[in-house]
């Protein structure tokens, strides 16, 4: 069993926790575990120390640590060039976007770097075909965002969050968005006008907990955009390439988007890879010169995405996603029936959980903090849920190990409230 989690101040050892609080901006709050090296679904700190992964870069390490074939074709690449601009052809880009049109369905496929600057390209993208298409005005388009959404950090996208800490002293901000309530169709229909060109919405809402849509939403709101000419933008940055148990969370509503926004698993967890993605009718609106990006669509992120993707194929990691999201989702159920009220909901699709946690017995941090003690890494949203979402490769062992470890967490949590528990059945113990 993993050992509690290194401060990185044992005998000859740097004190990185201290160097990054002192050199670097304070704009995170990291779990203290000083990372030295991974592979796979597991982690080493710097004392050697052993964790589960079970956070997987908020899904940007989907394949895994060092998944060796994306690292022989980094290392392939690197040997022969890696960033030119898209200022001249290269050999990895073109291989790279056909086999992305070939897997998400799309037609033409516009990388970037962030999966922020994928959001921001579909911006501009929903706008000027807002503008040259439906025949809205120019500075009138208007575009429909949900409550609770989360799209990047960027100053166009914060102004449009509904989070207060997001926001606060970054402004002015800019205008053309109009909030919905996420899974409310009567508030998309009360929130737009003659000049909203697109709805711009995360299939699953990760970063407020991971909150499904409710059923037969998606169908209803792709009928509501085609019959009032307005595109359905899809943000899969996190939901995209097999974390849900599909290639693309909107199969399991039934749906094809106007466009979709793909990020983090396309980089396969070794550098940042992002994607607008559109039939001709939607990306053409764009003509050279009307946007790019030095880094976006360089030969090396080419060469690793297009691997990455063959690895997701080859290796049949989105029915593995889904299988061993069914079964995690399930043991997660388990804990949550044996703590009451501790838990109070368990909800996912895929190899991405979300356990809600009731503020009135601790919080979601106070658990992943020991949680992380007990060599398990996951992260908390507001709060309230932790998130889990490991690489699309972990196995039915790690994943129990995983499980009998919060297991042993939320029951000791339990009994300092004083309240009783639901012992776990002998298997599981013996799990």
């Not at 075909?129 to 439906?134: C, T």
């Not at 949900?146 to 901000?173: L, Q, W």
């Not at 959980?353 to 658990?367: H, K, N």
Request: aromatic content about 8%.
């Amino acid at each position: 069993m993993a050992a509690a989690p290194s401060t990185g101040t044992a005998a000859g050892i740097p004190d990185y926790i201290g160097q990054e609080a002192r050199f670097g901006a304070r704009n995170y709050a990291p779990v203290p575990v000083v990372v030295d090296r991974a592979l796979d679904c597991l982690v080493w700190d710097v004392e050697g120390r052993e964790y589960i992964d079970m956070m997987s870069a908020y899904s940007a390490v989907s394949h895994g640590h060092l998944h060796p074939r994306l690292v022989a074709a980094a290392q392939r690449q690197l040997a022969r060039v890696a960033v030119t601009s898209r200022a001249y052809y290269g050999t990895t880009l073109g291989p790279f976007l056909e086999k992305l049109s070939e897997v998400t369905g799309f037609e033409r496929a516009l990388p970037m770097n962030t999966g922020a600057e994928a959001v921001e390209t579909a911006i501009k993208c929903a706008r000027r075909w807002g503008h040259r298409v439906k025949g809205i005005v120019d500075g009138r388009q208007q575009i429909l965002v949900a409550r609770g959404n989360f799209h990047g950090r960027t100053s166009t996208i914060i102004g449009f969050s509904s989070e207060a800490g997001y926001r606060v002293g970054f402004g002015p901000f800019a205008d053309g968005f109009q909030h919905f309530d996420f899974g409310d169709m009567e508030s998309i229909k009360a929130a737009a006008t003659a000049d909203t060109c697109a709805v711009l919405i995360e299939p699953i809402q990760g970063e407020a907990g991971v909150l499904l849509p409710p059923p037969g939403f998606f169908l209803q709101l792709r009928v509501w955009c085609t019959e009032n000419n307005v595109l359905l933008i899809d943000d899969e940055v996190q939901a995209g390439l097999g974390r849900t148990g599909k290639w693309f969370a909107f199969e399991h509503e039934g749906i094809r988007p106007d466009a979709l926004i793909l990020g983090k698993a396309l980089g396969g967890g070794l550098l940042p890879v992002s994607a607008f993605v559109a039939d001709a009718a939607v990306m053409d609106v764009f003509t050279p010169n009307s946007h790019g990006s030095t880094f976006g669509g360089n030969a090396l992120a080419a060469a690793v995405a297009l691997e990455g993707l063959r690895v997701l194929e080859d290796e049949k990691l989105v029915e593995r996603s889904a299988e061993l999201g069914a079964y995690l989702i399930a043991r997660l159920r388990e804990v949550q029936a044996e703590v009451r009220p501790l838990i109070r909901d368990v909800r996912g699709r895929g190899l991405w959980v979300g356990v809600d946690i009731d503020p009135a017995c601790t919080t979601a941090r106070d658990l992943v903090e020991r949680l992380a003690a007990a060599g398990v890494l996951s992260k908390e949203t507001h709060d309230t849920v932790i998130r889990f979402a490991p690489p699309l490769t972990i196995s039915h062992e790690l994943v129990d190990r995983a499980v009998e470890t919060f297991r042993r967490v939320a029951h000791e949590s339990h009994r300092k409230l004083g309240l009783a528990t639901i012992p776990p059945t002998p298997e599981h113990v013996a799990a």
